[in-house]
């Protein structure tokens, strides 16, 4: 597992990662996130593929990249599909991967 980069992420003030940090947007450190996501769409623009996730349980949305999205999908359990994630940077894009999924990362998710 690669480690987490040295660089900001921007956050919504509902919780949500943003694609990109323009406008009004919280900069936080990279960081690892214990999620339960649903998928809810996937959109085909300029820089490529990718696909957003809503967190069960506090409704925050997560972008991921096509790429990364390719790598999960065996994962994914009717659109569902709960772990470890680390935000991620792309040229100037934001999302997250997943790093890891086992039932503890499950009662990590549901505990946060």
Known sequence: ????????????????????????????????????????HGRLQRHGLYVIFRDVKTKATYPMFGKDFLDIIPELEKGRIFGKFKTVKKSTKYGIKLVSKSPLDALAAQAD
């Open 1 to 40: 597992m690669s480690g987490l980069g040295n660089y900001k992420v921007p956050f919504e003030h509902d919780g949500s990662l943003a694609r990109d940090k323009y406008g009004d947007r919280e900069m936080r450190d990279s960081c690892y996130l214990h999620l339960d996501l649903e998928y809810l």
